[in-house]
């Protein structure tokens, strides 16, 4: 019982952790892009 307890807010922590990367990688897409069109002005 002692287990299900201490595993699941590691892997609600791993959740909140992938998303957060997510929008990381978004973002430094959306700015990569930018910066792309940036130069070609």
């Known amino acids: 019982?002692?287990?299900v307890i201490e595993?699941?807010?590691g892997e609600k922590i791993?959740?909140?952790r992938l998303k957060?990367?997510?929008v990381v990688?978004?973002?430094s897409y959306i700015f990569f892009?930018?910066?792309k069109q940036m130069k070609k002005s």
Do not use: Q
Request: net charge negative; proline share 6%; aromatic share 16%.
């Open 1 to 3: 019982m002692t287990d």
């Open 14 to 16: 791993a959740s909140e």
């Open 25 to 27: 990688c978004i973002v």
């Open 7 to 9: 595993s699941f807010p």
């Open 33 to 35: 892009l930018w910066i």
């Open 20 to 22: 957060y990367l997510m």
